[in-house]
């Protein structure tokens, strides 16, 4: 009932850009807050940029000042404009979606299956 999907990898220079994009589809209404993580290669899933509970954003400090995430078109996309890319941002990137709501079956998280980001030197 829940699936985001991420898009916008690729291959950069180092100190190039790449935006990143997470749709949402979702087949109920319940409240769901997007959020960016990313894996490096033997490495577990590391935390990247999400909402805080009063919907400011926050980083991880490897990407402050460099990446930004937003609200996309529509309330079920956000966005990860990544800027001043290093060849440490390469790893596959990961849109998390926390589901919540009153309704019983509000609850959980899910994946994206992810969106490779390669930055060269």
């Known amino acids: 009932e829940v699936q985001p999907v991420e898009s916008g990898g690729g291959s950069v220079q180092a100190g190039g850009s790449l935006r990143l994009s997470c749709v949402l589809q979702?087949?109920?209404?319940?409240?769901?807050?997007l959020s960016w993580y990313r894996q490096f290669p033997g490495k577990e899933r590391e935390f990247v940029s999400g909402?805080?509970?009063?919907?400011?954003?926050r980083y991880a400090d490897s990407v402050k000042g460099r990446f930004n995430m937003s609200q996309g078109n529509t309330k079920n996309t956000v966005l990860l404009q990544m800027d001043s890319l290093k060849a440490e941002d390469t790893a596959i990137y990961f849109c998390?979606?926390?589901?919540?709501?009153?309704?019983?079956?509000?609850?959980?998280?899910?994946w994206g299956k992810g969106t490779l980001v390669i930055i060269s030197s």
């Open positions: 998390k979606t926390e589901v919540s709501g009153m309704n019983w079956y509000c609850r959980g998280d899910h």
């Open positions: 979702h087949t109920v209404s319940c409240t769901y807050a």
């Open positions: 909402f805080n509970s009063d919907g400011t954003t």
